[in-house]
């Protein structure tokens, strides 16, 4: 099971708790486990990717492990500790401003 932590609003709009557990095929990459989020919680389609490039929206960040891995490869594989379920995906809800 992969662990998946979600920013507030997200977790308001799936109506869930800080934390969601999915099933996820190898190799476990964001896109396997953006893909599985959407499809347990089909209404947080369209808010993390975009409906059609599915880049990644502006404010919001993949941190596994401790690493930024907003600007990886949605295809590259994440660390055996996020694949085991150790360690969570986190999506965390970035902020600006000066």
Avoid: K, W
């Amino acid at each position: 099971m992969i662990r998946v932590t979600l920013p507030a609003h997200l977790r308001t709009l799936a109506h869930t708790g800080p934390e969601v557990q999915l099933e996820v095929s190898n190799p476990v990459t964001q896109r396997s486990i953006l893909d599985a989020l959407e499809a347990q919680y089909p209404m947080l389609r369209g808010t993390i990717r975009d409906h059609v490039t599915y880049q990644r929206r502006p404010f919001l960040r993949f941190f596994a492990c401790a690493e930024d891995f907003s600007l990886a490869s949605p295809d590259a594989p994440l660390p055996p500790e996020i694949a085991s379920g150790a360690e969570p995906f986190m999506i965390v809800g970035a902020i600006a401003g000066g």
